[in-house]
């Protein structure tokens, strides 16, 4: 037997080398195939994930188009209202329909930065301030809740109550 080994070891040793390379072929294919696998799967995960954001944000994308579209709609119901209604006609709640300011008097829940800029005592900053604390409150329910604005008091009050209305 020694001597067939020694006949044949050039052959057997390439036979060695070329199994111990197909090896080694054969494990580098695996690993690349298994990080190739591992990409495909974190791009698939990824995708799922930025669906789920697209997703996400279609809804919120539909849900602002919707609350745009109501907006609008209430734009376009006031602005007939206000261009329908008759000159002096008052509205259920007691406003002028269309105006802000009567005869004089400004009305503190609807009237603009410059109409309430108008009244005695009342510059652009009051007049923005009365302006933003409406906004803040859903408006005045009492002319003396004016008192309440950052700088206006009983004795500015008592300049002008008698020019402002609800």
């Known amino acids: 037997m020694g001597a067939v080994i020694e006949k044949y070891r050039f052959a057997i040793g390439a036979v060695l080398i070329l199994a111990i390379l197909a090896g080694g072929g054969l494990l580098a294919y695996r690993l690349n195939h298994q990080?190739?696998?591992?990409?495909?799967?974190?791009?698939?995960?990824?995708?799922?994930?930025?669906?789920?954001?697209?997703?996400?944000?279609?809804?919120?994308?539909e849900a602002l188009k919707t609350k745009i579209g109501e907006l609008e709609k209430n734009l376009a119901d006031l602005?007939?209202?206000?261009?329908?209604?008759?000159?002096?006609?008052?509205?259920?709640?007691?406003?002028?329909?269309?105006?802000?300011?009567?005869?004089?008097?400004?009305?503190?829940?609807?009237?603009?930065?410059?109409?309430?800029?108008?009244?005695?005592?009342?510059?652009?900053?009051?007049?923005?301030?009365?302006?933003?604390?409406?906004?803040?409150n859903g408006g005045f329910k009492t002319l003396e809740e004016i008192i309440n604005v950052n700088g206006i008091g009983e004795k500015t009050f008592e300049k002008f109550k008698d020019k402002i209305t609800l």
């Open 35 to 61: 990080t190739a696998e591992s990409k495909v799967d974190d791009q698939v995960e990824t995708q799922t994930a930025d669906q789920g954001k697209i997703n996400q944000l279609t809804a919120e994308n």
């Open 79 to 136: 602005q007939t209202a206000q261009a329908t209604a008759p000159a002096g006609t008052t509205k259920s709640s007691g406003k002028v329909a269309g105006a802000s300011t009567v005869s004089g008097v400004v009305n503190i829940n609807t009237a603009t930065l410059s109409e309430l800029d108008s009244l005695p005592e009342i510059g652009p900053v009051y007049a923005q301030r009365i302006i933003d604390y409406r906004t803040a």
